[in-house]
């Protein structure tokens, strides 16, 4: 048999993941290096957290219940105008103290969701190399 399909049986990686931990990287690049306070860099970085497939990533150290809670934060308060997205409403309301709350969780889930990636590759580059050699 081909050694892909041996690779493919032997990982159960969650769909999305890599998708996912692409879009929690560039939400983490936009907290570190966006301009402004805590509140600015968080608005922006939710604009690319909302892509995050919530329903798919995989409960790896707690990761899937991190990126619920976040989820939860930034959009907890309803919009004062028309216009204003849930998620700006919910982060002008917000105090820096919570937005760094936020910030922090957003960190370890990243390298949760990094962990279970890297591990999940290990172990589809471990079942494709040792079914690529042959038995004596």
């Not at 907890?76 to 309301?93: K, L, T, V, W």
């Not at 591990?119 to 038995?135: F, K, R, Y």
Request: glycine residues 2%; proline residues 5%.
């Amino acid at each position: 048999m081909h050694s892909a399909h041996y690779a493919k049986k032997a990982t159960k990686m969650a769909p999305h993941a890599d998708y996912a931990l692409e879009k929690l990287r560039a939400t983490v690049r936009i907290l570190v290096t966006y301009p402004g306070d805590i509140r600015q860099r968080l608005l922006c970085a939710a604009e690319a957290f909302q892509f995050i497939p919530l329903g798919v990533i995989p409960d790896f150290h707690g990761v899937h219940d991190d990126l619920k809670w976040i989820q939860a934060q930034i959009t907890r308060n309803e919009p004062q105008y028309e216009g204003q997205s849930i998620i700006a409403a919910s982060i002008d309301r917000m105090r820096s103290k919570r937005a760094v709350k936020i910030a922090e969780r957003i960190l370890a889930a990243e390298s949760k969701l990094n962990a279970y990636v890297q591990d999940e590759l290990a172990q589809l580059q471990l079942a494709v190399t040792s079914s690529a050699v042959p038995s004596p």
